[in-house]
């Protein structure tokens, strides 16, 4: 090879070579395009810089797709090795510089922890290790950010819909609370039940995946018979605490995100009894939380960081 040749090649960015080792592996441009998060054109011109690089067809159109030349047959192995070398070089970078990160990290997440989470993520001992990290409201277009790479990962319920993300249980809620002003007159009651939640106004915070559609409770008083007198929703956390401030509603929340209202003097919290989160939940299944995220060669953190947020969510999902 000469050393025009040996130049262009040596010139050549990751990025191409990923190119080449997906089309190489699916047979198609298009496929090649949506595992990486860009378009069409842009995976053409890279394959046409592959070609001149190499003065070589590498690929040529079948019925089945593309299909590699001997030359590209040749040059696939160390291809594969060269992209996992320099994947593994950015995953020791990542974990050897994890601390005081100026970059940011952008996790959505499910209202339903929201506050928690915030605060478990912002202790100092975990953004020393984490950085600056910005909490999104998971909302109808988190997957397709997560899956463009506008948010880094997520936390919600149900595995996610967009086949090329991937999914991991974390864990289910083992308690649920229940809050309400306190003065209301729910805690004149020697205990809480359910039966007696109903005749008021019930406040529902929507958690998509889970009780967008009919709440728990909703089911629940359906199943008695029981109608209750006004039900409200409400997307986000500032109209929640809003509505249970001002309109004198009952709603049913987290144990984790109630830990965050010790010093919230206007509302009062209590947890669910046991017996009674049994009747709410009954026989359908408990909703799990999951993490949500790219393929782990496209994730922009690294494996430290990514087990620091699992067991922050871990930590408040079993409470």
Not at 51 to 77: C, I, N, S, V, W
Not at 189 to 197: F, G, K
Not at 204 to 231: A, M, Y
Request: glycine content about 4%.
């Amino acid at each position: 090879m000469d050393i025009k040749a040996l130049k262009e090649i040596s010139e050549l960015d990751i990025f191409s070579l990923m190119v080449f080792k997906l089309i190489y592996e699916t047979g198609f441009a298009n496929l090649a395009a949506r595992q990486l998060n860009v378009s069409a054109p842009k995976i053409s011109r890279c394959l046409t810089t592959l070609r001149l690089t190499f003065d070589d067809e590498l690929f040529y159109r079948r019925q089945q797709g593309l299909k590699p030349t001997a030359l590209a047959e040749h040059l696939y192995l160390p291809i594969c090795d060269f992209c996992e070398s320099a994947m593994n070089i950015e995953r020791i970078a990542c974990e050897g510089n994890n601390t005081n990160s100026s970059k940011v990290l952008n996790i959505a997440v499910t209202p339903i922890i929201m506050t928690s989470l915030s605060m478990s993520l912002g202790r100092e001992e975990i953004m020393e290790q984490l950085g600056k990290v910005r909490i999104h409201m998971w909302d109808e277009n988190t997957e397709e950010q997560i899956h463009q790479g506008d948010i880094d990962l997520g936390i919600n319920f149900g595995p996610a819909a967009i086949s090329e993300l991937e999914s991991e249980v974390i864990g289910t809620s083992l308690s649920t609370s229940i809050i309400a002003r306190r003065n209301h007159s729910i805690w004149d009651s020697s205990h809480i039940s359910l039966d007696n939640v109903a005749n008021h106004h019930f406040l529902i915070l929507e958690g998509k995946g889970f009780n967008d559609k009919l709440d728990p409770f909703q089911i629940f008083c359906r199943q008695l018979g029981v109608e209750l007198p006004n039900v409200s929703r409400v997307k986000s956390i500032e109209e929640w605490f809003c509505h249970l401030l001002t309109m004198r509603s009952i709603s049913f929340m987290s144990t984790a995100e109630s830990n965050a209202l010790v010093n919230f003097t206007d509302l009062r919290v209590e947890k669910l009894p046991a017996y009674e989160r049994q009747k709410l939940l009954g026989n359908s299944l408990i909703p799990e939380y999951n993490l949500i995220e790219r393929g782990l060669p496209y994730r922009r953190y690294c494996e430290t960081s990514r087990k620091i947020i699992l067991d922050s969510v871990l930590e408040l999902v079993v409470q």
